[in-house]
Nanobody
Framework: QVQLVESGGGLVQAGGSLRLSCAAS????????MGWFRQAPGKEREFVAA????????IYADSVKGRFTISRDNAKNTVYLQMNSLKPEDTAVYYC????????????????WGQGTQVSVSS
Protein backbone atom coordinates (compact mmCIF):
# COMPACT_ATOMS: atom_id res chain seq x y z
CA GLN A 1 0.00 0.00 0.00
CA VAL A 2 1.20 3.50 -0.86
CA GLN A 3 -0.19 6.76 0.51
CA LEU A 4 0.29 9.94 -1.51
CA VAL A 5 -0.20 13.55 -0.38
CA GLU A 6 0.10 16.44 -2.84
CA SER A 7 0.84 20.07 -2.07
CA GLY A 8 1.91 23.23 -3.85
CA GLY A 9 -1.10 24.13 -5.95
CA GLY A 10 -2.45 27.65 -6.17
CA LEU A 11 -3.35 30.58 -8.40
CA VAL A 12 -0.77 32.02 -10.76
CA GLN A 13 -0.79 34.33 -13.76
CA ALA A 14 -0.08 33.03 -17.25
CA GLY A 15 3.65 32.69 -17.79
CA GLY A 16 4.28 32.02 -14.13
CA SER A 17 5.58 28.94 -12.34
CA LEU A 18 4.49 26.54 -9.62
CA ARG A 19 6.07 23.48 -8.08
CA LEU A 20 3.90 20.61 -6.92
CA SER A 21 5.11 18.08 -4.37
CA CYS A 22 3.92 14.56 -3.70
CA ALA A 23 5.00 12.92 -0.47
CA ALA A 24 4.77 9.14 -0.48
CA SER A 25 4.60 6.73 2.41
CA UNK A 26 4.02 3.03 2.77
CA UNK A 27 5.76 0.51 0.55
CA UNK A 28 9.30 1.00 -0.74
CA UNK A 29 9.26 4.30 -2.58
CA UNK A 30 12.14 3.69 -4.92
CA UNK A 31 10.58 0.58 -6.44
CA UNK A 32 7.62 2.40 -7.95
CA UNK A 33 6.91 4.54 -10.97
CA MET A 34 5.47 7.91 -9.99
CA GLY A 35 3.68 10.49 -12.01
CA TRP A 36 1.13 13.26 -12.37
CA PHE A 37 -2.27 13.46 -14.00
CA ARG A 38 -4.68 16.35 -14.22
CA GLN A 39 -8.39 16.86 -14.66
CA ALA A 40 -9.91 20.09 -15.89
CA PRO A 41 -13.60 20.92 -15.31
CA GLY A 42 -15.79 18.95 -17.68
CA LYS A 43 -12.88 16.94 -19.06
CA GLU A 44 -11.46 13.49 -18.48
CA ARG A 45 -8.38 12.98 -16.39
CA GLU A 46 -5.25 13.08 -18.53
CA PHE A 47 -1.66 11.97 -18.14
CA VAL A 48 0.91 14.72 -17.56
CA ALA A 49 4.27 13.21 -16.62
CA ALA A 50 5.84 10.07 -15.16
CA UNK A 51 9.20 8.73 -14.16
CA UNK A 52 10.87 5.53 -13.12
CA UNK A 53 12.29 6.14 -9.69
CA UNK A 54 15.22 3.75 -10.00
CA UNK A 55 16.79 5.11 -13.19
CA UNK A 56 15.06 8.48 -13.49
CA UNK A 57 13.56 7.95 -16.95
CA UNK A 58 11.01 10.71 -17.58
CA ILE A 59 7.97 10.74 -19.88
CA TYR A 60 5.81 13.76 -20.65
CA ALA A 61 2.57 14.52 -22.41
CA ASP A 62 3.15 16.56 -25.56
CA SER A 63 1.10 19.43 -24.11
CA VAL A 64 3.61 20.01 -21.28
CA LYS A 65 6.89 18.91 -22.86
CA GLY A 66 9.54 21.59 -22.49
CA ARG A 67 7.56 23.43 -19.79
CA PHE A 68 7.11 20.87 -17.00
CA THR A 69 9.79 18.81 -15.28
CA ILE A 70 9.23 15.80 -13.06
CA SER A 71 11.86 14.93 -10.49
CA ARG A 72 12.21 12.98 -7.28
CA ASP A 73 14.07 12.95 -3.99
CA ASN A 74 14.21 9.35 -2.84
CA ALA A 75 15.66 10.36 0.53
CA LYS A 76 12.50 12.40 1.17
CA ASN A 77 10.12 9.96 -0.57
CA THR A 78 8.90 12.91 -2.61
CA VAL A 79 8.17 13.53 -6.28
CA TYR A 80 7.98 17.04 -7.71
CA LEU A 81 6.41 18.63 -10.76
CA GLN A 82 8.01 21.92 -11.71
CA MET A 83 5.63 23.81 -13.96
CA ASN A 84 6.98 26.78 -15.91
CA SER A 85 5.43 29.01 -18.58
CA LEU A 86 1.99 28.12 -17.29
CA LYS A 87 -1.01 28.67 -19.56
CA PRO A 88 -4.69 29.08 -18.72
CA GLU A 89 -5.31 25.67 -20.28
CA ASP A 90 -3.11 24.14 -17.57
CA THR A 91 -5.84 24.94 -15.05
CA ALA A 92 -6.93 21.66 -13.45
CA VAL A 93 -6.81 19.53 -10.36
CA TYR A 94 -3.45 17.79 -10.40
CA TYR A 95 -3.19 14.27 -9.00
CA CYS A 96 -0.10 12.36 -7.97
CA UNK A 97 -0.09 8.67 -8.86
CA UNK A 98 2.06 5.62 -8.22
CA UNK A 99 2.18 2.23 -9.89
CA UNK A 100 4.47 -0.73 -10.33
CA UNK A 101 5.69 0.41 -13.76
CA UNK A 102 5.49 3.51 -15.93
CA UNK A 103 3.32 1.61 -18.38
CA UNK A 104 0.87 0.62 -15.66
CA UNK A 105 0.79 4.19 -14.41
CA UNK A 106 0.04 5.74 -17.79
CA UNK A 107 -2.68 3.14 -18.46
CA UNK A 108 -4.05 3.73 -14.93
CA UNK A 109 -3.80 0.05 -14.05
CA UNK A 110 -4.16 -0.24 -10.28
CA UNK A 111 -2.71 3.21 -9.61
CA UNK A 112 -2.45 4.61 -6.14
CA TRP A 113 -3.78 8.19 -6.05
CA GLY A 114 -3.37 11.30 -3.99
CA GLN A 115 -6.26 13.58 -3.11
CA GLY A 116 -5.37 16.21 -5.73
CA THR A 117 -4.31 19.84 -5.62
CA GLN A 118 -5.87 22.71 -7.56
CA VAL A 119 -3.80 24.68 -10.04
CA SER A 120 -5.43 27.77 -11.53
CA VAL A 121 -3.77 29.91 -14.20
CA SER A 122 -5.27 33.30 -14.97
CA SER A 123 -4.88 35.02 -18.33
Amino acid sequence: QVQLVESGGGLVQAGGSLRLSCAASGRTFSSYAMGWFRQAPGKEREFVAAMRLDVGIQIYADSVKGRFTISRDNAKNTVYLQMNSLKPEDTAVYYCAAAQTVGDLIRDENNYWGQGTQVSVSS
